[in-house]
């Protein structure tokens, strides 16, 4: 089944206590990006990738890191939680130029 | 500054009648536009998208309309389900790809049997 899968669905923790959340996909997509949505501000980008290696900021990139070593993995990294990353966050991946699949999220609280 | 706006936060409306949903942007550069549905505890899926270089698009109960000389879209569903009660985003991006995608901040839409 194609699919994007994050991990953890849950994840509560303290702050400055270093974190990932993975993120994989099966469908041999060359686009891979990361979403954060919270009340009232809908989804916003943090970071995309094009292709292997390759890596941009999007809108609200930081306290966050990436790394696309591999076509099917886009972890993202915070180094040092803090409570306004309270969040719940999406990856997406797609072809280039076509519709992006997301998947089920993870919602991270930061104490 | 929001460059993709859903000034309605939520919509209700009865089964078998239309729901519409609108949207506006303020970038002249977008040339792509998508509607994405989101359930609770699930991920967005894709819904229906139109082109810059068309202004209407129907995919069965749904159709997208896209007035660009009023920064204008709309995503029309008829009839309206209750299965179709879910958080709807609109979302556009320049140069017809999903990279850079602008996401609108969501709009509820429930829908009442």
């Known amino acids: 089944e194609a699919q994007v899968t994050q991990n953890p669905r849950y994840l509560i923790t303290v702050t400055g206590k270093k974190l990932t959340v993975t993120c994989s996909q099966n469908?041999?997509?060359?686009?891979m990006s990361w979403y954060r949505q919270d009340p009232g501000l809908g989804l916003r980008q943090i970071y995309y990738s094009m292709n292997v290696e390759v890596t941009d900021k999007g809108d609200v990139p930081e306290g966050y890191k990436v790394s696309r070593k591999e076509k099917r993995n886009f972890p993202l990294i915070l180094e040092s939680p803090s409570p306004n990353q309270t969040s719940l966050y999406f990856c997406?991946?797609?072809?280039?130029?076509?519709?992006?699949?997301f998947g089920s999220g993870t919602q991270l609280s930061v104490l | 500054d929001q460059q993709v706006k859903q000034n309605s936060p939520s919509l209700s409306v009865q089964e078998g009648r239309i729901s519409i949903l609108n949207c506006d942007y303020t970038n002249s550069m977008f040339d792509y536009f998508l509607w994405y549905k989101k359930y609770p505890a699930e991920g967005p899926t894709f819904l229906i998208s139109i082109s810059s270089i068309k202004d209407k698009n129907e995919d069965g109960r749904f159709t997208v309309f896209l007035n660009k000389s009023a920064k204008h879209l709309s995503l029309h569903i008829v009839p309206s389900q209750p299965g179709d009660s879910a958080v709807y985003f609109c979302?556009?991006?320049?140069?017809?790809?999903?990279?850079?995608?602008?996401f609108g901040k969501g709009m509820k839409l429930t829908v009442n049997p």
């Open positions: 997406a991946s797609s072809l280039l130029g076509e519709k992006l699949f």
């Open positions: 469908m041999n997509h060359e686009y």
């Open positions: 979302a556009a991006s320049v140069q017809g790809g999903s990279e850079k995608l602008v």
